[in-house]
């Protein structure tokens, strides 16, 4: 569901599980509403508050170009939180915290959107993070294995005008069971260290899931179709033919 509303600029909204904020200057009528929403650009970059490869070249393979730079969001809560709602929490902290001082100054110019996204495991209600070293990685493939968890990955869009919206997509995993050989294997390559519940979807940890429900892209890390549905109600959209011409590495 998305919510879309008539709210001053700066204000904020709750919102629930499985909906979308999207916050836009005051509207003050139909007609002023109906001209507002006509007037949809073509998006061709992105400035992402985000050191992850695979965010880049999953916004690349999009066709936009994508400027990366840091931030600095420490992602420390002081509570323990929903997974789900910590990932939100995290790609908000991430987009506020973003060093724009590191992105071209013509980027701002042509209006280019801040984008930070943050993905977490869920198992039971527990988050699982990056694992801190070896011994925790195979701590946690022993946790999914042979069962199910779901994958929460929360984007955060904002405008150079203060437009903001936000999106939280979820997808159910399943785990093969696994051997102590394969998780000794698995571990071996590395592959895991720098994703949360210490495994990637793609590539070599590819063998690992039986079976998935839900969308590919937020277990990978961005879910490109919620995020391109999105765009529309910040005045955006995307030129299809660029798209189909990039391609992931």
């Known amino acids: 569901m998305i919510r879309a509303g008539v709210i001053p600029a700066g204000s904020s909204r709750s919102t629930g599980a499985g909906t979308t904020e999207i916050r836009r200057p005051e509207i003050y009528n139909r007609r002023a509403a109906a001209v507002y929403l006509s007037k949809v650009d073509t998006l061709r970059t ?12 999953l916004l690349s393979s999009l066709g936009l170009n994508v400027c990366v730079v840091a931030s600095r969001y420490e992602e420390v809560t002081p509570e323990p939180l929903p997974p789900r709602i910590l990932a939100a929490r995290h790609a908000r902290g991430k987009a506020l915290g973003a060093e724009l001082d590191g992105a071209p100054g013509e980027l701002f110019a042509r209006g280019s959107p801040l984008v930070a996204a943050d993905t977490v495991v869920d198992v039971d209600g527990t988050a699982l993070g990056k694992p801190q070293d070896e011994a925790q990685g195979r701590a946690m ?27 939280t997509e979820t997808t159910t995993v399943r785990f093969y069971e696994l051997d102590d050989d394969e998780i000794e294997a698995y571990v ?62």
């Open 141 to 167: 493939l022993r946790t999914l294995s042979g069962r199910e968890h779901q994958v929460h990955t929360a984007f955060f869009v904002r405008t150079p005008d203060g437009r903001t919206a936000e999106h």
């Open 46 to 57: 992105v400035i992402l508050a985000s050191a992850s490869p695979r965010r880049r070249a």
């Open 188 to 249: 071996a390559t590395g592959d895991g260290a720098d994703k949360a519940g210490g495994y990637g979807i793609q590539g070599v940890g590819a063998p690992l899931v039986e079976r998935i429900d839900g969308d590919f892209y937020t277990v990978m890390g961005f879910p490109l179709g919620a995020f391109v549905r999105r765009l529309r109600g910040l005045g955006w959209t995307l030129r299809l033919h660029d798209a189909a011409k990039a391609s992931l590495p």
